[in-house]
């Protein structure tokens, strides 16, 4: 039987060396053993951007990005978009497995129970500037919330972790929906507690001076797109969350990381990114000259590639046919027309096709966004309230894992050897100075 090592020769000292493959991976570790002398550090994995490291063993999500394939716990993302609600999802993310009956009403009571905010909380968040950026307000109140909830730190403890999730999956739609009442000088809306997770978001963001019924429709197009956005592996803000969650930092203050990591254009704000782009674009015809200023680098063709998807992202084609059904009650939203346009010419075009560009996540959902009236710089915070139960999965899983210690990596300096400091006075004029500091911040 073939062994599972891989042999490494270092022709720098002739010496052959057995590495242990584990899982279809080595041990990045292993290769310190790799020396050209006793007081040598050893080699190192180089891996800018992580693009071929594992730092983890997880068992949340799975992700074939050749065949499309994304698997929470095991179950097909579309048949959970299907048959399953968010906060079923939610459990079976948390929790490893789906609930039984009595177990998801009790997750559902839960959960329910801790939608509230502290009063303090909302006085926090009248203190942002009236044009704010919701994701920004998102981000500094879940890192305030770890100064109301001091008996978050005991990470270590289960039944603080476990309060902890309810309350952060419980408040995350009202932080969110406070945020965008700011953002249009309207009253709070407070939580009804009788309403699902969605329709309770819905009315604390939509409801005037009236009763606010949701429309079932829109409740379900929300519910799925949670389902949709739930988890995904190992992504930026999930390392994010890990990365800051391992130095055993209270898990607000590792979940505002990773709305931060979130927020950027690359990874959650893409989808605030693909309305603006749509936007600027402006009509159908335009459609080929934009498509010639993503192929010449100018611009990215935001909403399109992704690291591990390297054909359609599967849950794209659910958010595809889930427009139209939110259009069904909204009427459409024109920019889906340029959006199409951008889809079809950009599938049949080289640069796309032979760099595997596929549509992602965010391609569709900033449309179905605003035909449901949400203000683009909402969509990110649409995102990060779902993506919640991952990052806290994730989290538990690290914080559990006996292999897991504070995430620490290695650099290779290439810096200055060491110098001696030359008073101010004698200091001779470098003569790169002027372009050292030109390229520094
Ligand atoms: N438009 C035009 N060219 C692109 C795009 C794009 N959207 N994405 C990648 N490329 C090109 C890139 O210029 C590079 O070309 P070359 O090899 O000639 O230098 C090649 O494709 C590989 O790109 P990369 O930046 O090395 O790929 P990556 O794996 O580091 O980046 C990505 C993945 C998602 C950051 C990138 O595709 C991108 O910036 N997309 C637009 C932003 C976006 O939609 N982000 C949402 C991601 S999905 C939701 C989420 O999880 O956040």
Same mark, same amino acid.
Not at 12 to 32: F, H, N, S, V, W
Not at 233 to 241: I, L
Not at 365 to 381: D, E, K, L, N, R
């Given at each position: 039987?073939?062994?599972?090592?891989?042999?490494?020769?270092?022709?720098?000292?002739?010496?052959?060396?057995?590495?242990?493959?584990?899982?279809?991976?080595?041990?990045?570790?292993?290769?310190?053993?790799?020396?050209?002398?006793?007081?040598?550090?050893g080699l190192l994995g180089y891996?800018?951007?992580?693009?071929?490291?594992?730092?983890?063993?997880?068992?949340?999500?799975?992700?074939?990005?050749?065949?499309?394939?994304l698997l929470y716990r095991g179950?097909?993302?579309?048949?959970?978009?299907?048959?399953?609600?968010? @906060?079923?999802?939610?459990? @079976?993310?948390?929790?490893?497995?789906?609930?039984?009956?009595?177990?998801?009403?009790?997750?559902?009571?839960?959960?329910? /129970?801790?939608?509230?905010?502290? &009063?303090?909380?909302?006085?926090? /968040?009248?203190?942002?500037?009236?044009?704010?950026?919701? /994701?920004?307000?998102?981000?500094?109140?879940?890192?305030?919330?770890?100064?109301?909830?001091?008996?978050?730190?005991?990470?270590?403890?289960? $039944?603080?972790?476990? *309060?902890?999730?309810?309350?952060?999956?419980?408040?995350?739609?009202?932080?969110?929906?406070?945020?965008?009442?700011? *953002? %249009?000088?309207?009253?709070?809306?407070?939580?009804?507690?009788?309403?699902?997770?969605?329709?309770?978001?819905?009315?604390?963001?939509?409801?005037?001076?009236?009763?606010?019924?949701?429309?079932?429709?829109?409740?379900?197009?929300?519910?799925?797109?949670?389902?949709?956005?739930?988890?995904?592996?190992?992504?930026?803000?999930?390392? =994010?969350?890990? =990365?800051?969650?391992?130095? *055993?930092?209270?898990?607000?203050?590792?979940?505002?990381?990773?709305? #931060?990591?979130?927020?950027?254009?690359?990874?959650?704000?893409?989808?605030? #990114?693909?309305?603006?782009?749509?936007?600027?674009?402006?009509?159908?015809?335009?459609? +080929?000259?934009?498509?010639?200023?993503?192929?010449?680098?100018?611009?990215?063709?935001?909403?399109?590639?992704?690291?591990?998807?390297?054909?359609?992202?599967?849950?794209g084609k659910i958010i595809k046919?889930? =427009?139209?059904?939110?259009?069904?009650?909204?009427?459409?939203?024109?920019?889906?027309?340029?959006?199409?346009?951008?889809?079809?010419?950009?599938?049949?075009?080289?640069?796309?096709?032979?760099?595997?560009?596929?549509?992602?996540?965010?391609?569709?959902?900033?449309?179905?966004? $605003?035909?449901?009236?949400?203000?683009?710089?909402?969509?990110?915070?649409?995102?990060?309230?779902?993506?919640?139960?991952?990052? *806290?999965? $994730?989290?538990?899983? /690290?914080?559990?894992?006996?292999?897991?210690?504070?995430?620490?990596?290695? $650099?290779?300096?290439?810096? &200055? =050897?060491? %110098?001696?400091?030359? +008073?101010?006075?004698?200091?001779?004029?470098?003569?790169?100075?002027?372009?050292?500091?030109? &390229?520094?911040?």
């Open positions: 039987m073939a062994k599972e090592s891989l042999t490494v020769i270092d022709n720098r000292t002739g010496k052959q060396y057995e590495l242990p493959i584990e899982d279809g991976a080595i041990r990045t570790a292993d290769l310190r053993k790799i020396k050209l002398s006793d007081d040598d550090f891996d800018p951007a992580l693009l071929n490291t594992a730092s983890c063993r997880s068992k949340v999500t799975y992700i074939d990005g050749e065949k499309g394939i179950y097909d993302i579309e048949d959970l978009a299907e048959n399953s609600n968010y @906060l079923e999802t939610a459990y @079976l993310i948390v929790k490893g497995e789906l609930p039984d009956e009595e177990r998801l009403a009790a997750w559902t009571h839960n959960i329910t /129970m801790h939608t509230m905010v502290h &009063e303090n909380i909302k006085k926090f /968040m009248t203190g942002f500037r009236y044009d704010s950026h919701p /994701m920004g307000m998102l981000m500094g109140t879940i890192a305030a919330m770890s100064t109301f909830y001091p008996d978050a730190k005991d990470v270590e403890d289960l $039944q603080s972790r476990r *309060l902890q999730t309810r309350r952060l999956i419980g408040k995350l739609p009202t932080i969110a929906a406070f945020a965008y009442r700011h *953002l %249009r000088g309207l009253p709070y809306v407070y939580p009804q507690n009788e309403l699902s997770y969605t329709g309770n978001f819905l009315s604390m963001l939509f409801k005037m001076a009236g009763k606010y019924t949701p429309h079932p429709a829109i409740e379900r197009a929300l519910d799925v797109l949670f389902i949709l956005h739930a988890d995904h592996e190992q992504n930026c803000s999930t390392n =994010a969350v890990r =990365a800051v969650g391992s130095s *055993l930092v209270d898990p607000y203050s590792a979940v505002a990381a990773g709305v #931060a990591a979130l927020y950027g254009p690359r990874h959650g704000g893409a989808n605030e #990114a693909v309305v603006r782009m749509l936007q600027k674009i402006g009509s159908v015809e335009n459609v +080929p000259e934009a498509i010639k200023a993503f192929k010449s680098g100018e611009e990215r063709l935001m909403g399109f590639g992704h690291r591990i998807y390297k054909s359609y992202d599967p849950r046919k889930l =427009a139209y059904e939110v259009f069904d009650v909204t009427g459409k939203n024109p920019l889906i027309d340029i959006a199409l346009e951008l889809e079809r010419i950009a599938l049949q075009d080289d640069y796309f096709v032979s760099r595997k560009l596929y549509p992602n996540v965010d391609f569709y959902t900033g449309i179905i966004y $605003q035909a449901i009236g949400f203000p683009v710089t909402m969509f990110p915070v649409l995102f990060a309230i779902p993506r919640t139960a991952g990052w *806290l999965a $994730q989290w538990a899983e /690290m914080v559990r894992d006996p292999e897991q210690k504070i995430t620490r990596p290695r $650099q290779l300096y290439m810096g &200055e =050897a060491r %110098r001696q400091y030359v +008073p101010l006075i004698e200091r001779p004029e470098p003569a790169d100075r002027e372009d050292k500091v030109a &390229e520094a911040i």
